[in-house]
């Protein structure tokens, strides 16, 4: 087929496939779809219902001027994109030729869509449309017209359109083009988050006729929401009632409407007593870290890590001898052998945890402990059976979940990797513990509510089991509600608190 090929490349189809992508750029340019040299264009010079190997594809090359392209400009390829034919190089101060960045995204259309023609726009209703939802993963509108311009669409009918992240390269969209495009079986679009559209088509004429439509209900979607008219529902009704957009109130972020104030963005959860069984820490962490000290140091005693664990101890005593701490002995040094060190550090570790000292040297160990535990699945994390599904719904509505909790970071990860539910660190979105601040003072909870990020303190839900803790971050503006669960300590009378059972009841 290969001189099949080669003699298709300077036939009459090819030549007029170039000079229509150069008339193509100049009028995208002229819409502001293909400006800065940004986008670009892509059609088959036959028929795309030909076989495969007698398909040629021509496509703009990358960094030229737009309304300047003229046909020998263009990359013509095989259908498995391979370049056949690429332009001549131009005196300075062009650049040496080269294909559009977008290639392997093109390709991703062709080979999954049989796609005609692909166009890539950088149109700033396309980017502005992805940013009105910075949470939201699709673009819906419907009940406009020029939504019947979209294959497979009519007039009633709901338009979802796939949003993808950015990248800092175009060619590492590939991947999540591939996804989306595989995702939406109904879609001809895939818009990109802060950058532009893909549109494709069964021919060039489709493919424009497409992207004109989707360019015009991006502009719509646009004014609609500076109106504060709902483009998401039949009735367009408007944005600020309860009818806010599904898009934005799914992710309850805030529309510039006057009642995105009492939106939340950011749930903080407090674990024990919250999440998790107060007993789960007392009654099985704790425990299972005393138990495992001779264990855990016998068995990686040579490791980097426990090395550093027992030069911090070594330390530590050092200091407590100095200062006559009960229960403190002497560690002998390295070679007095493995055994005797260990017996030692059993002993002194076994006197802090008794103390229940909060130092450095003995967190650190307790943390290793507790990782060995989980990753033989020894120990495994408790949740209460609502939260699981409450982590699960706040995420998939772009809410961010965080914890606060007293345990190391490196626990509560831990924790909330090594559930009986499974990893639940997917719906987390980040772990504060007391290097942030004490639990019971307010100023911790600004600490984090400016580590959020949120605009104000009140966008952010607080639920714990403890009343101080409630009302250090209800004076630092969070919403706060108390959770109740089995074995937790009672609260004050009159303590002023909504309080709830079940993470459901939010
Ligand atoms: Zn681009």
Not at 360 to 379: N, P, V, Y
């Amino acid at each position: 087929m290969a001189t099949a090929s080669e003699s298709y490349l300077e036939g009459e189809a090819v030549r007029e496939a170039r000079e229509l992508v150069a008339e193509l750029c100049r009028h995208f340019y002229a819409q502001g779809w293909v400006t800065g040299t940004g986008g670009s264009i892509t059609v088959k010079a036959n028929d795309p219902a030909l076989p495969l190997a007698q398909q040629l594809i021509v496509m703009s090359p990358s960094g030229v001027q737009k309304e300047r392209m003229v046909a020998e400009d263009m990359y013509v390829m095989s259908a498995d994109g391979k370049v056949l034919s690429s332009p001549v190089s131009k005196p300075w101060p062009h650049k040496p030729p080269k294909c559009t960045d977008c290639a392997p995204l093109f390709m991703k259309a062709y080979l999954m869509r049989g796609a005609g023609a692909v166009i890539h726009s950088h149109g700033m209703e396309t980017c502005i449309a992805t940013m009105l939802d910075p949470g939201a993963k699709e673009f819906r509108i419907t009940h406009m017209e020029m939504i019947k311009g979209i294959k497979g669409h009519g007039y009633h009918d709901e338009l979802v359109i796939p949003i993808i992240e950015n990248t800092p390269y175009e060619y590492e969209l590939t991947d999540s083009l591939a996804e989306a495009i595989a995702a939406y079986p109904k879609a001809t679009a895939v818009l990109v988050r802060n950058h532009g559209i893909y549109v494709w088509g069964d021919s060039w004429i489709n493919a424009k006729t497409q992207a004109e439509c989707y360019h015009y209900l991006f502009d719509a979607a646009i004014k609609l929401y500076q109106l504060g008219i709902d483009w998401t529902t039949p009735e367009h009704g408007p944005i600020n009632s309860a009818k806010r957009p599904r898009s934005v109130l799914s992710s309850g972020v805030p529309n510039g409407c006057s009642d995105a104030k009492s939106s939340k963005h950011c749930v903080v959860l407090d674990i024990e007593g919250t999440t998790t069984p107060i007993s789960f820490v007392t009654d099985v962490m704790f425990p299972y870290a005393r138990d495992n000290v001779r264990k855990h140091l016998t068995s990686t005693y040579g490791s980097d890590e426990t090395k550093e664990d027992i030069n911090l101890l070594r330390a530590q005593v050092e200091e407590d001898l100095k200062n006559g701490i009960a229960g403190s002995v002497p560690i002998p040094p390295d070679d007095a052998g493995k055994e005797e060190v260990i017996n030692a550090l059993v002993a002194n570790v076994e006197s802090m945890i008794k103390a229940d000292r909060k130092i450095t040297s003995l967190k650190q160990l307790q943390g290793h402990i507790w990782r060995t535990g989980f990753e033989s699945k020894e120990m495994q994390g408790v949740v209460f059976e609502d939260v699981p599904e409450a982590l699960k719904h706040w995420h998939a509505s772009g809410m961010k979940v965080y914890i606060y909790s007293s345990g190391s970071r490196e626990a509560q990860r831990l924790l909330f990797g090594n559930t009986t539910y499974g990893d639940l660190r997917q719906y987390l979105c980040g772990f504060f513990d007391t290097t942030t601040g004490n639990k019971r003072e307010t100023r911790s909870y600004f600490e984090i509510s400016q580590s959020l990020g949120v605009d104000s303190p009140a966008q952010i839900l607080f639920i714990t089991d403890v009343f101080q803790e409630a009302v250090a971050a209800k004076s630092a503006g969070f919403e706060v509600i108390i959770s109740i669960r089995p074995g937790n300590a009672p609260l004050p009378e009159n303590h002023g608190f909504r309080t709830i059972k079940s993470f459901s009841e939010i």
